[in-house]
C-alpha cells in the first residue's frame, strides 16, 4: 500500500512537472531546436531523480548509443523507455503517432525535435509517408527511433515486429542499432504502481547496413527480445517459456 501511494505521488508530480519545464524553456525552444532538446532530456533527468528516491526505480543505460546517424529500433513497454532511450542519444527523433502533436506541451516539442507523425490507421500510405518525409529531407538530422513492433508491449506478450523497420533500414542504408529494456517490469504499461529495481536500455551492436530485408528483421527481433528476457529476468519477471 504504500509503494502504491508512493507511486500516486510521483506520477501527480511529474505530469505536474511536464508543463513547468515546457513553459520555462519554451522561449529558447521555439526560435533553437537546442533549446527544445535541453528541455525534454533536462524533464527526463528530473523524472529519473524523482523516480529513484519516490519509488525506488533507478535508471541505467548499457551499451554504446549511436552518435552519428542512425536508424534505433527500439523494444517499447512504457513512457520510461522514451525517456531514456532519446536522453541517451544526441539528437534522437521520433516515429510516432500523429494524434501526439495534438497533445498539449508533447506535441509543440515533438515538431521541434524533428519527429516523424504516422496515421496508424492507413498502414500502407503511413509507411509511403513516412519514408517519404525522411528521404526528402523534411526532418532535422540525428537519430531516427523507431519502435519495432508499432506499440508498448507488457513483459512476456508476443507482438510480431512491423515491416516499417526493415522498409527504412533498407531506404536510410544506415546503421541501425537495436535497443532492448525491462522497463515494463517496473514501470508497466498501464496501472498506477511502480516497483522498485533497476530499469535498464540496453544499446545491442550495430547491424551494417546492406542485409537482405527479412535476415535483418530476424535478427532485430531475435536480438532485441532475447536481450529483452534476460533484462526483464534480471529485474525479476519470470518469462512464460510456453506463452
Not at 178 to 202: D, F
Not at 214 to 220: H, I, V
Request: aromatic share 10%.
Amino acid at each position: 500500500m504504500l509503494q502504491y501511494l508512493r507511486s500516486v505521488v510521483f506520477i501527480g508530480q511529474m505530469y505536474v512537472a511536464m508543463p513547468i519545464f515546457g513553459l520555462l524553456f519554451a522561449p529558447w525552444a521555439l526560435f533553437d531546436r537546442r533549446g527544445a532538446f535541453a528541455a525534454c532530456k533536462s524533464y527526463s533527468r528530473y523524472v529519473f531523480w524523482t523516480a529513484q528516491w519516490m519509488v525506488g526505480i533507478r535508471c541505467e543505460v548499457r551499451g554504446t548509443p549511436p552518435t552519428g546517424e542512425a536508424l534505433v529500433a527500439a523494444k517499447h513497454q512504457s513512457f520510461l523507455d522514451i525517456m531514456m532511450i532519446f536522453t541517451a542519444l544526441p539528437a534522437g527523433k521520433f516515429i510516432m503517432k500523429k494524434e501526439i502533436l495534438m497533445a498539449p506541451v508533447i506535441g509543440l516539442y515533438a515538431k521541434k525535435l524533428g519527429c516523424v507523425p504516422i496515421d496508424r490507421g492507413k498502414r500502407g500510405a503511413a509507411i509511403d509517408k513516412m519514408v517519404a518525409d525522411v528521404n526528402a529531407g523534411r526532418t532535422a538530422p540525428g537519430q531516427l527511433i523507431i519502435y519495432s513492433q508499432g506499440t508498448r508491449v507488457a513483459p512476456g506478450v508476443k507482438m510480431p515486429y512491423k515491416v516499417g523497420t526493415g522498409i527504412l533500414y533498407d531506404q536510410l542504408s544506415q546503421p541501425c542499432v537495436p535497443v532492448a529494456t525491462n522497463v515494463g517490469v517496473l514501470w508497466p504499461k498501464r496501472g498506477i504502481l511502480r516497483k522498485p529495481g533497476v530499469a535498464v536500455v540496453e544499446f545491442l551492436p550495430t547491424i551494417a547496413p546492406g542485409m537482405e530485408r527479412s535476415a535483418f528483421m530476424a535478427k532485430l527481433e531475435a536480438d532485441v527480445e532475447s536481450t529483452s528476457d534476460a533484462l526483464m529476468a534480471e529485474a525479476g519477471f519470470a518469462h512464460d517459456k510456453t506463452a
